[in-house]
T-cell receptor, first 113, second 118 residues
Framework: DGGITQSPKYLFRKEGQNVTLSCEQN?????MYWYRQDPGQGLRLIYY???????QKGDIAEGYSVSREKKESFPLTVTSAQKNPTAFYLC????????????FGPGTRLTVT | GDSVTQMEGPVTLSEEAFLTINCTYT??????LFWYVQYPGEGLQLLLK?????DKGSNKGFEATYRKETTSFHLEKGSVQVSDSAVYFC?????????????????FGKGTLLTVNP
């Protein structure tokens, strides 16, 4: 089945540690996205990538980094510089053409203590 | 810039009641419009979409019509079920320029929590 996988579902880290969230898609989509979701705030765009080896900052990129070495993969690193990293993180992909929807993964809930 | 405003929740209904969740938008171009649904602890799923004025998107008994004159895309369902309890997001996709070119990013509303009681 085609889709987007994110792993792990739950992640716990100590403050000051970097952590990398995985996102893989087999939909052959060019564009991939990372969002952060906090209660009552909807979704906020962290980074997005339209093609391999290229990515753009979203609205809240500070404290995060990404890479796009393969079309299928778009990992997100939450660095120790991110002040409030505890959140639900969603990865998505699309064809990046007019009228096409984004497909979302199941999400990773990160808790930093 | 683009923005989406949807009615604040939470919305609580009894089973078989009529549902409306209002959504209005502002956009610089000619956007496509979407409704997504999120069940607890899960990612978002596309519920329906419309890509041009007067188009009606529909799925699983839900409907929404793209109204360019009122810049609206209200979600409706004639008879809700307990299983419809979820958070609903209205979103628009519009061509957005950036330093490397342009792309079709989604702009989301804040979401509306719907609870349907038996």
């Amino acid at each position: 089945d085609g889709g987007i996988t994110q792993s792990p579902k739950y992640l716990f880290r100590k403050e000051g540690q970097n952590v990398t969230l995985s996102c893989e898609q087999n939909l052959n989509h060019d564009a991939m996205y990372w969002y952060r979701q906090d209660p009552g705030q909807g979704l906020r765009l962290i980074y997005y990538s339209q093609i391999v080896n290229d990515f753009q900052k979203g609205d809240i990129a500070e404290g995060y980094s990404v890479s796009r070495e393969k079309k299928e993969s778009f990992p997100l690193t939450v660095t120790s510089a991110q002040k409030n990293p505890t959140a639900f993180y969603l990865c998505a992909s699309s064809r990046d053409r007019r009228g096409y929807e984004q497909y979302f993964g199941p999400g990773t809930r990160l808790t930093v203590t | 810039g683009d923005s989406v405003t949807q009615m604040e929740g939470p919305v609580t209904l009894s089973e078989e009641a009529f549902l409306t969740i209002n959504c209005t938008y502002t956009a610089t171009g000619y956007p496509s419009l979407f409704w997504y649904v999120q069940y607890p602890g899960e990612g978002l799923q596309l519920l329906l979409k419309a890509t041009k004025a007067d188009d009606k998107g529909s799925n699983k008994g839900f409907e929404a019509t793209y109204r360019k004159e009122t810049t609206s895309f209200h979600l409706e369902k004639g008879s809700v079920q307990v299983s419809d309890s979820a958070v609903y997001f209205c979103a628009l996709s519009d061509m957005t320029p950036h330093s490397g070119g342009s792309n079709y990013k989604l702009t989301f509303g804040k979401g509306t929590l719907l609870t349907v009681n038996p």
